[in-house]
Each structure stands twice: as C-alpha cells, then as structure tokens.
Nanobody, 125 residues
Framework: VHLVESGGGLVQPGGSLRLSCVYS????????MGWFRQAPGQAREYVAA????????LYADSGKDRFTISRDKAMNTVYLQMNSLTPEDSAVYLC???????????????????WGQGTQVIVSS
C-alpha cells in the first residue's frame, strides 16, 4: 500500500489549506481512510476519518467545525480541508488507511495499518 500526501505548506493564522492523499495500490477497498498529525516532540494525534463506502465522517475535537474530510473514490483520494488555522495546527499531517485486515493503530472506530510519509503544515505569521 502506498499513500502519498500533498498540499502542505506555510499559511498565515486564519488561513486555509487543502491536503490530499492518493492511494496508489490500485482500487482502495478498505474500510476507511483518515488523517493524523504529529507536532515536534508530541505524540501522533488523530484528526479525522471517513468511511470509504459510506462516506460517514468522524472528527477529533481539535478539528471539529474547522476541518472537513472528504473522498473521491474514483480517484482513490482523500482530502482534508482545513480552515481557520492556528499555530497550534502546525504539524506533519499523515494519511492512513484501514485496509480491513483487523490490526493496526486504533482511532475512533478504525484500525489503521498503512501510513503515508506526511506533509508539513506550518501556520505562522
């Protein structure tokens, strides 16, 4: 499984970014895809998830009402639209997939067993 994130960068406080993650292992047939983030010296933090078939979304409190996760099944791509960004949102954002194998890192109701390399988001004036 190969997940490739893009869309990170430097943005001013209050600004927006849209992250993308492409699954390049053929057609994704897993249960869900999600986004996590990790700031320097901090633990990896769950951000949001989307059920791949249902499109149902789940959010951590940190992104609720500011972040929107979506997916394009035909493009095997998941997105994270982030609005009203603050310096506390600065982190490496990682895409993850629940392939349905039943093992991995648990967050919300999914188990993530594949990870991308991440894309850096810096929120600063």
């Amino acid at each position: 499984v190969h997940l490739v994130e893009s869309g990170g960068g430097l943005v001013q406080p209050g600004g927006s970014l849209r992250l993308s993650c492409v699954y390049s292992g053929g057609t994704f047939r897993g249960r869900a895809m999600g986004w996590f983030r990790q700031a320097p010296g901090q633990a990896r933090e769950y951000v949001a998830a989307i059920g791949w078939s249902s499109g149902d979304t789940l959010y951590a409190d940190s992104g609720k009402d500011r972040f929107t996760i979506s997916r394009d099944k035909a493009m095997n791509t998941v997105y994270l639209q982030m609005n009203s960004l603050t310096p506390e949102d600065s982190a490496v954002y990682l895409c993850a997939a629940d392939s349905g194998e039943g093992s991995g890192t648990g967050a919300a109701k999914y188990l993530y067993d594949s990870w991308g390399q991440g894309t850096q988001v810096i929120v600063s004036s």
